[in-house]
């Protein structure tokens, strides 16, 4: 689920658009892609998601909602690309953190 500003609890409330992301790839190399649909047309990519370099975490923007987080392309550079996103539940919120982390 995309995120675009705001704050709050509720996700509508603060600003998230409801989206489904996947999470594609394998061997350390990953990207996320989101869209309106499971299987409709791509809304946009977060590439270069990389195993030792990249970071997710649960931070000041990403706590608008109860199960949100962000994911840094690059960890060490908190400016660069990243995608802001809230789990639908605590299941999917540990599906998710289970996948970035392993």
Known sequence: R???GGSGTD???AGYI???CVL??????YQVRYGDEYDGP???VLEFITTGVSSVEHNERSSAVQFGFEVFVNG???GGPSLCCAAADEG???EWM?????
């Open 2 to 4: 995309g995120k675009r």
């Open 11 to 13: 996700p509508a409330a």
């Open 18 to 20: 409801r989206q489904v």
């Open 24 to 29: 594609h790839g394998a061997n350390g190399l």
């Open 42 to 44: 791509v809304s946009g």
């Open 76 to 78: 060490s550079d908190p």
């Open 92 to 94: 999917d919120f540990m």
């Open 98 to 102: 289970t996948a970035f982390v392993g």
